[in-house]
Antibody, heavy 117, light 112 residues
Framework: QVQLQESGPGLVKASETLFLTCTVS????????WSWIRQPPGKGLEWIGF???????KYNSSLRSRVTISVDTSKNQVSLRLSSVTAADTAVYYC???????????WGQGILVTVSS | QSVLTQPPSVSGAPGQRVTISCTGS?????????VHWYQQLPGRAPKLLIY???NRPSGVPDRFSGSKSGTSASLAITGLQAEDEADYYC????????????FGGGTKLTVL
């Protein structure tokens, strides 16, 4: 069973760039699509985007201008970069394994990122 | 405003049956895209509960079942238990510009 662990700063200043890493264990990042999903406090889930190691990427159109997802096969990691953050980007960020391009069959525990002014 | 619409809350007594609806449109569920369901226990990450409309991953009790018809889908939980109290989310694919993978707004299940 693959395991996912998100890491990165829990506090980011407004207008700066959020950078998170998801370390995959028990499997290879080359075997699946990988996704980032976020959940603002007390609210629902929002899909951010997904990536395949070959470079195929899709982003949520509402975030496309600010988001970059990448894969590092040498480290078995998936990364998220979100630029020009505001308070609205405060959320728990989850890394998830995608079955095909359809649904999320494994999730990390999530990491809370707070954007401060 | 979520692309998929769920009731904010449902409730039921232990042992009862409850259903949670997920209403979409012609650009997602109505096109034939599969619906998937997730359970999120308080303070925990979501967990896959139902995939491909009506399939349960290994370890999910058969008290949980899913169905889909037209532009809607439903999650049914029978023999309600206290540990079922959680938030439930539906998810599908949306073919409209820029949408891709979409979630419902979530439903809070309270076991009375």
């Amino acid at each position: 069973q693959v395991q996912l662990q998100e890491s990165g700063p829990g506090l980011v200043k407004a207008s700066e760039t959020l950078f998170l890493t998801c370390t995959v264990s028990g499997g290879s990042v080359t075997s699946s699509y990988w996704s980032w999903i976020r959940q603002p406090p007390g609210k629902g889930l929002e899909w951010i985007g997904f990536i395949y190691h070959s470079g195929r990427i899709k982003y949520n159109s509402s975030l496309r201008s600010r988001v970059t997802i990448s894969v590092d096969t040498s480290k078995n990691q998936v990364s998220l970069r979100l630029s020009s953050v505001t308070a609205a980007d405060t959320a728990v960020y989850y890394c998830a394994k995608v079955w095909g391009q359809d649904y999320f069959d494994s999730w990390g525990q999530g990491i809370l990122v707070t954007v401060s002014s | 405003q979520s692309v998929l619409t769920q009731p904010p809350s449902v409730s039921g007594a232990p042992g009862q049956r409850v259903t949670i609806s997920c209403t979409g449109s012609s650009s997602n569920i109505g096109t034939g895209y599969d619906v998937h369901w997730y359970q999120q226990l308080p303070g925990r990450a979501p967990k896959l509960l139902i995939y491909g409309n009506n399939n349960r991953p290994s370890g999910v009790p058969d008290r949980f079942s899913g169905s889909k018809s037209g532009t809607s889908a439903s999650l049914a939980i029978t023999g309600l238990q206290a540990e079922d109290e959680a938030d439930y989310y539906c998810q599908s694919y949306d073919g409209s510009l820029g949408a891709h993978l979409v979630f419902g707004g979530g439903t809070k299940l309270t076991v009375l």
